[in-house]
């Protein structure tokens, strides 16, 4: 398919500079929401960069997902004149916490339930022996096979006598 040139030069310019690109698998879309080019032009030259292992792609729910292998850095460098030390995104180290910080620890954030200011098993509440609180041995849904089986979700009555 012949794709303008300026067009063709901003997909590969996105695809070197984020060394990843998303593609809806929809040819009609007017443009590709990243890079504002015509979807089905994104489609086509991915496919030609696919064909000569320039990107690897994985192909999921009606989306393609690409990203640079080492021979498609090289190729996408003589293409957009990029020197050697320029590299893209998914190459780059990112910058962790200074030492002696640990990202997601102390503080009222999310994650794991810090705030809490327990330990892990804190959450369900004390224990008041046996299996917890509510449990009075043989109730609903227990006995007869387990849930699936014949019980319909009749259960089987109240617990007998000697566990009340």
């Known amino acids: 398919m012949l794709i303008p ?8 310019t996105y695809l070197f500079s984020e060394g990843v690109l998303v593609v809806s698998k929809d040819p009609h ?5 990243q890079i504002g080019v015509p979807n089905i032009y994104v489609m086509k030259l ?36 990029i020197p050697d030390d320029t590299v893209p995104k998914t ?7 200074p030492p002696g910080e640990r990202p997601g620890y102390g503080g009222r954030g999310r994650g794991r339930g810090g705030y ?7 959450y369900r509440g004390p224990r008041e022996g046996g299996f917890g609180g509510g449990f009075r041995g043989r109730g609903r849904g ?7 089986g014949r019980g319909r979700g ?3 009555g109240d617990a007998p006598a000697e566990f009340s």
């Open 5 to 12: 040139k300026k067009d063709r030069l901003d997909i590969l």
């Open 29 to 33: 879309l007017k443009k590709h929401k």
């Open 46 to 81: 991915m496919q030609s960069l696919k064909s000569n292992d320039y990107v690897h792609e994985i192909f999921n729910w009606q989306w393609h997902y690409y990203s640079l292998t080492t021979p498609g850095i090289e190729h996408l460098r003589k293409i957009l004149h």
């Open 91 to 97: 190459l780059k180290k990112q910058q962790g916490p």
């Open 116 to 122: 809490r200011g327990g330990d892990r098993g804190d």
């Open 142 to 148: 227990m006995g007869r096979g387990m849930g699936r």
């Open 154 to 156: 009749r259960g089987m």
